[in-house]
């Protein structure tokens, strides 16, 4: 009964009447913008740095994994459980793209749907080696588009894939260490992925097209968020007595952040971590929105062929930017709630 006790009480179970959900859509719009920014040359004020955005969002699935995780232990399970969270929207908006896109193409149908290329793509994207084939035959091609990626966001999915399964691994060995040594293992691999990060992209050959640039973006940078939000986890009782302190010392660092040596690499980690989760469940001004599905995901997976489509369509030039920027959010907002609701929806309530 006490390796029970201590077993269950590694990790902090945290109550789901938060507002987790209005941080969540606030940096999925975050995420939109600062794509539309780059992809159709029209400029919007950045609300946050995308890799601050995506680092916050694995820094939430860091402090939530672990005590789910705990709650139900058991390997065959937790992967169930995450298979049906992640694949089916995601293979949905995958295979949607591959199929609907035709319409778009350079390529006639027939033509189209006998490329090799098709289907090199969908195997790559459903196995998320999306950096193997991220385009389809003919399609997003000519000088008006920034890149002929597809879907450029879904490059996170194998930090995602990666935490994952690193998680029973990392929580085995904190149920070990026990309550009190669990903090000191979780901050021995932050400073571990940190130290590599460091290596990286400090001192690796190359630049940020390099291959150590691109391992430190694509694992390294997700990877410390995770873990810090599992950190986190781990004092969160700690955390809400010094909560405001937290805050300004948050707050004083972002302010000073340009002459703080190795800030991004280093410290920008533990400031997006803590303040996320600050907003996150601190004070309950959000919680009428928690209590509703949420879409987030939806619309992190649907923005971005959303806006290629937007210049496919010459929208940039005929249309306000803010409208454009409008339309492509409220577009994508609508295929997350379909998508959610026709799929995602439907597997989760076969668990």
């Known amino acids: ?70 709650r139900h232990t058991g390997l065959r399970g937790y992967f169930a459980r995450r298979v049906r969270k992640i694949m089916p929207s995601y293979a949905f908006i995958v295979v949607l793209a591959a199929v609907s896109l035709v319409a778009v193409s350079e390529l006639p149908a027939g033509e189209y749907f006998s490329r090799p290329g098709l289907y090199k793509y969908l195997g790559a994207n459903l196995s998320f080696l999306n950096f193997l084939c991220p385009d389809l035959p003919g399609v997003f091609k000519g000088g008006e588009f920034a890149t002929d990626a597809v879907n450029g966001s879904l490059w996170t999915m194998k930090g995602e894939l990666a935490c994952c399964l690193s998680v029973p691994v990392v929580y085995w060995l904190a149920r070990k260490a026990g309550k009190r040594r669990a903090g000191a293992l979780m901050l021995g691999i932050v400073v571990l992925c940190i130290v590599s990060r460091l290596l990286l992209l400090e001192f690796g050959p190359g630049g940020e097209r390099s291959l150590n640039a691109i391992i430190a973006k694509q694992f390294g940078t997700v990877f410390v968020f995770f873990y810090v939000g599992a950190l986190i986890n781990i004092y969160w009782t700690k955390f809400l007595r010094y909560k405001w302190y937290i805050l300004a010392a948050d707050v004083a660092v972002i302010l000073l952040c340009d002459y703080i040596p190795f800030y991004y690499t280093v410290l920008q980690p533990f400031v997006g971590a803590s303040m996320v989760l600050w907003f996150s469940l601190v004070g309950k001004w959000g919680t009428r929105l ?55 929806k439907r597997f989760q309530r076969r668990a």
């Open 1 to 70: 009964m006490a390796d029970k006790q201590e077993e269950v009480s590694v990790f902090n179970n945290i109550s789901r009447d938060n507002n987790m959900n209005v941080v969540r859509y606030y940096l999925s719009i975050c995420v939109v913008i600062s794509h539309v920014t780059v992809l159709t040359g029209v400029w919007f004020p950045s609300l946050q740095s995308i890799n601050m955005v995506v680092g916050c969002f694995f820094a939430l699935s860091g402090f939530l994994m672990f005590p789910s995780f705990q």
């Open 290 to 344: 928690s209590r509703h599905d949420d879409v987030s995901y939806d619309i992190y997976l649907f923005h971005f062929p959303i806006i290629q489509l937007a210049v496919y369509f010459g929208l940039p030039g005929r249309m306000n930017g803010l409208a454009m920027l409008l339309l492509i959010i409220s577009v994508t907002v609508a295929l997350a709630l379909f998508s959610w609701n026709v799929v995602g």
